[in-house]
């Protein structure tokens, strides 16, 4: 009688398994770090938006010294500050003023620390860069 050799052995089903592992694994990986990264970008989009509606309401309160999120949503700035990482809730956070007076001749300068606390990450944004904190600062 001949044998009937049609058809995977046993080693071929399960290396084939393996690979498709493999390369789900990488797949998830890379998803995760795009998805980190979309976060983060979101969250220094939040904070740029903050400092461009903070430099608006500068222009109506020009002694403000500090500016909460919620005063800048209230007063139209800042539309609502959605959290990146978790979309039911909203961000809070502080933009602080430091006003740098030159020359008459010459606009006055500001420099912003925004301090942004979100459900997932306090981060605080000065003109060296961000930082990362434990506890919110706002």
């Known amino acids: 009688m001949k044998k009937n050799n049609k058809g995977f052995t046993m080693i071929e089903l399960l290396a084939t398994i393996v690979i498709l ?3 789900t694994g990488l797949a ?9 990264s979309t976060r ?3 969250y ?4 740029s938006s903050a400092i461009s509606a903070t430099e608006s309401y500068l222009m109506d309160h020009p002694t403000a010294t500090q500016v909460d999120f919620n ?12 959290d990146p990482g978790n979309k039911e809730r909203t961000c809070t956070g502080t933009v602080k003023i430091t006003k740098e007076v030159g020359d008459l001749n010459k606009l006055d300068k500001n ?8 459900s997932l990450k306090n981060i605080t944004y000065t003109k060296d860069g961000k930082t ?7």
């Not at 998830?28 to 980190?36: D, E, G, K, Q």
Request: aromatic fraction near 14%.
């Open 40 to 42: 983060e970008k979101a």
């Open 132 to 138: 990362e904190t434990s506890t919110c600062n706002a």
């Open 44 to 47: 220094d989009t939040l904070a």
């Open 28 to 36: 998830f990986n890379t998803y995760f770090r795009y998805i980190t």
């Open 71 to 82: 005063t800048l949503v209230e007063n139209e700035y800042l539309e609502t500050t959605k």
């Open 111 to 118: 420099d912003f620390t925004v301090n942004l606390c979100c």
């Open 21 to 23: 592992g493999i390369l």
